[in-house]
């Protein structure tokens, strides 16, 4: 048990409709990641946030978004949901977010299937 | 553009050998390597992990090997146990980034008793 909880574990949903996937850091741990793993993709950074504020961003559509509130719980919100969002989606979470040299915990993931 | 490449995507070793999982990248400014091992409808677990100002780093069964010339590392597990038998991620990351990681595509180890 890596610490970070994400919920829920699946979703199932319709091509046009909005998702919220959730995720709580590990006790103490300021940075939280989202990634996205679909069949023909390895894990694909979309984005970071540290301590409240946007750090990094990857590849992420316009149509998706996140926030950390100021628990430093984090949501990722998935919107005109496509066919080919269906993936499994993990957070992750590290002590900081500043340097580089620090290890990511993963959360066991929401699988998202959109029919 | 696949800047962490595994260009095996399965092994297959006796238990008690040595396995040898492989990672190229192309990108000169990564400076911190991971290996994460993962089994099915689980996230990825930590571990092992190495800076660009060293070569070698060991935890117990498991040492990676960094050669920055080549832009490879390499995952070492001696002895192979068939608990190991997972997903192996090799992934990179670079400071002015923040920390996030640029993955390979992964390695499926089974080891076979």
């Known amino acids: 048990d890596s610490g970070v909880t994400q919920t829920p574990k699946h979703l199932i949903t319709a091509t046009g409709q909005r998702v919220t996937l959730r995720c709580s850091p590990r006790s103490g741990d300021l940075s939280v990641y989202w990634y996205q793993q679909s069949l023909d993709q390895g894990l694909q950074f979309l984005i970071q946030y540290y301590n409240g504020e946007e750090r990094a961003k990857g590849n992420i559509l316009e149509r998706f978004s996140a926030q950390q509130f100021p628990d430093l719980h984090s949501e990722l919100n998935l919107s005109s949901l496509e066919l080919g969002d269906s993936a499994l989606y993990f957070c992750a979470s590290s002590t900081t977010g500043t340097y580089s040299y620090n290890e990511q915990f993963f959360g066991p993931g929401t699988r998202l299937t959109v029919l | 553009d696949q800047q962490v490449k595994q260009n095996s995507p399965s092994l297959s070793v006796q238990e008690g050998r040595i396995s040898i999982l492989n990672c190229d990248y192309t990108?000169?400014?990564?400076?911190?390597f991971l290996w994460y091992k993962k089994y099915p409808a689980e996230g990825p677990t930590f571990l092992i992990s190495i800076s660009s100002i060293k070569d070698k780093n060991e935890d117990g069964r498991f040492t990676v090997f960094l050669n920055k010339s080549a832009k490879h590392l390499s995952l070492h597990i001696v002895p192979s146990q068939p608990g190991d038998s997972a997903v192996y991620f090799c992934?990179?990351?670079?400071?002015?980034?923040?920390?996030?990681?640029?993955f390979g595509q992964g390695t499926e180890l089974s080891v076979k008793p």
């Open positions: 992934a990179a990351s670079y400071g002015n980034q923040g920390g996030k990681l640029i």
């Open positions: 990108n000169s400014m990564f400076d911190y």
